[in-house]
């Protein structure tokens, strides 16, 4: 009987001699010819896709060195050129405002000078329509405060305000001022002249104006030169605010002024050294309540018949109305009359405007005196039509 093998007496070798072994023999001798074969074959292949990958990616560098230069010149050159448009239109922009500047001064230094002359012709008492037609509009309109101790049609009042229309409606206005500077002072022998006034304007300074778009607006004053030399008690000034609005063609198309009527009136009366300054009637039934002055009233056109008289007037020269009635004023005229200062009086009337005059007249018995004659048109009823033309008569002592 065989005996029993003893497995744990058998050694059992060990795996890393057993590899160790293997490449100790020649049986695994290929294997390493090959592997070393490969590995020096790879070598160089390698090394050439080394340097082609290098040389690959210097010129993907210079390229994208070249391009990001490219772009930043196209950059700048973009930069540059908007530069250059921006600049140009700077300028342009620049030089355009710099035109229109100028355009906007000369344009606001016409309208000043326009309206210092409307105000110097307003002040000289300039009756020259075609005067005025040079720098008013056609549809020329000016407002102001209601001045009941001056000349106006009842027709000018609308909504407390006065509103004068036209080139007609301003020499009307000028006339009456021109009256009402004239009967400020007592006239004598020595100072029968015209009392003179000058307007200062804010306009005439740049600074003391504000400019629109189409016009300006500035302060003003009116003042009195010698009503004092005119036998005035003093001095007259009115201040205000002027506003004119022009047309395309640098004409006033609109012209306002605010001032403070009550105020004048008070200066006026104290001016006048009397108790109150005389109101200005416009209507004839006003005209016919007044028994204190010298009136007369006659008809508004030539040949000026007398159509009215009052006590006052019958007193100082002589002629009962029945007298008188339809005859015209050359009933008081004389040697002594100048015509030319009848004739201009006359004339202005005829225009239907206010009129002052200082003349030698004549009553019923010859007598020569010499008078300040102030003549106003009248309207029979508020319409504003002129009716009637009435005269204030002041005798001159001498």
């Known amino acids: 009987m065989d005996s029993a093998v003893d497995y744990a007496d058998i050694a059992i070798p060990d795996l890393q001699d057993i590899f160790s072994a293997a490449d100790s023999t020649g049986a695994s001798e290929p294997d390493a010819k090959r592997l070393k074969t490969n590995e020096a074959s790879r070598a160089p292949t390698s090394s050439a896709q080394d340097e082609e990958r290098k040389k690959q990616e210097r010129e993907r560098n210079r390229m994208h ?11 700048a050159d973009e930069l540059t050129a908007k530069l250059a448009a921006l600049t140009k239109e700077k300028e342009e922009h620049e030089k355009a405002e710099a035109e229109a500047s100028k355009a906007r001064t000369v344009q606001q230094s016409a309208w000043a000078a326009t309206l210092r002359q409307a105000m110097d012709l307003r002040a000289a ?41 036209g080139v007609d ?36 300074a740049a600074e003391n104006c504000f400019f629109g778009a189409a016009g300006l607006m500035c302060t003003f004053m009116m003042r009195t030169l010698d009503a004092k030399a005119h036998g005035a008690a003093c001095e007259c000034e009115k201040s205000g605010i002027l506003r004119a609005r022009f047309d395309d063609a640098g004409c006033i198309e609109e012209l306002e002024m605010a001032f403070d009527g009550i105020a004048m009136y008070h200066q006026l009366m104290r001016a006048k050294g009397q108790g109150d300054f005389p109101l200005v009637p416009n209507t004839l039934n006003a005209v016919l309540k007044n028994d204190k002055d010298h009136i007369v009233v006659t008809t508004a056109q030539r040949p000026f018949r007398i159509t009215h008289v009052n006590g006052a007037w019958t007193q100082l020269c002589g ?23 009848v004739t201009e009086l006359v004339d ?3 225009r239907g405007y206010p009129a002052s005059m200082v003349v030698t007249n004549y009553d019923k018995s010859g007598r020569p005196f010499r008078n300040h004659l102030r003549c106003y048109p009248i309207s029979s009823d508020d319409s504003g039509e002129i009716s009637h033309i009435v005269g204030y008569l002041d005798e001159i002592e001498v």
């Open 65 to 75: 060195a070249r391009n990001t230069r490219a772009r930043k010149k196209a950059y």
């Open 348 to 350: 202005i009337s005829q």
């Open 125 to 165: 008492g300039c009756l020259d329509e075609a005067q005025w037609s040079k720098i008013l509009a056609e549809d020329f309109k000016m407002t102001m405060p209601v001045t009941p101790y001056r000349s106006f049609s009842p027709s000018d009042v609308v909504n407390n305000r006065r509103v004068l229309l």
């Open 319 to 341: 002629f009962e109305l029945d007298e008188c009635k339809g005859k015209n004023l050359s009933i008081l005229q004389g040697p002594e009359t100048d015509m030319d200062t």
């Open 169 to 204: 409606g301003m020499v009307a206005d000028t006339a009456s001022l021109q009256v009402m500077l004239d009967n400020i002072g007592t006239k004598t022998r020595k100072n029968e002249g015209r009392v003179r006034v000058e307007y200062l304007l804010g306009s005439d």
